[in-house]
């Protein structure tokens, strides 16, 4: 099963450019709207979970991030997370048009 998900992971960083980040950024920030902004005690999670757990603990912030999280996502930046996780032979060196 996980070399099926590493075939997957491989082939997409090719595939990947800015008008598919865009769409799925737009898709999480909708399900955050749902979830945190319009639902009752949506927020609270992002009061208590930093008095709860230290700084910098991976606990100590919502799950799906802040608006300005999801805004600042750029094709850019993906490019320098997915190649440090993917092996060598796993990935192509390709880069968003």
Same mark, same amino acid.
């Given at each position: 099963?996980?070399? *099926?998900? =590493? ?5 997409? *960083?090719?595939?990947?450019? &800015? ?9 999480? +920030?909708?399900?955050?709207? &749902? ?7 949506? +927020? ?7 008095? *709860?757990?230290? +700084? ?15 805004? =600042?996502?750029?094709? @850019? @930046? @993906? &490019? ?9 032979? &796993? ?7």
């Amino acid at each position: 099963m996980l070399w *099926l998900d =590493a075939d997957r992971m491989g082939w997409l *960083l090719p595939t990947m450019d &800015q008008g598919k980040l865009d769409l799925q950024r737009d898709v999480v +920030k909708n399900e955050r709207r &749902q979830g945190v902004d319009n639902a009752p005690y949506g +927020k609270a999670d992002e009061t208590i979970l930093p008095v *709860l757990f230290p +700084k910098g603990h991976p606990y100590s912030w919502d799950v799906i991030g802040s608006m300005d999280d999801l805004s =600042a996502a750029a094709c @850019r @930046r @993906r &490019q320098g997370i997915l190649p440090s996780v993917l092996r060598a032979e &796993q990935r192509d060196d390709h880069h968003c048009g």
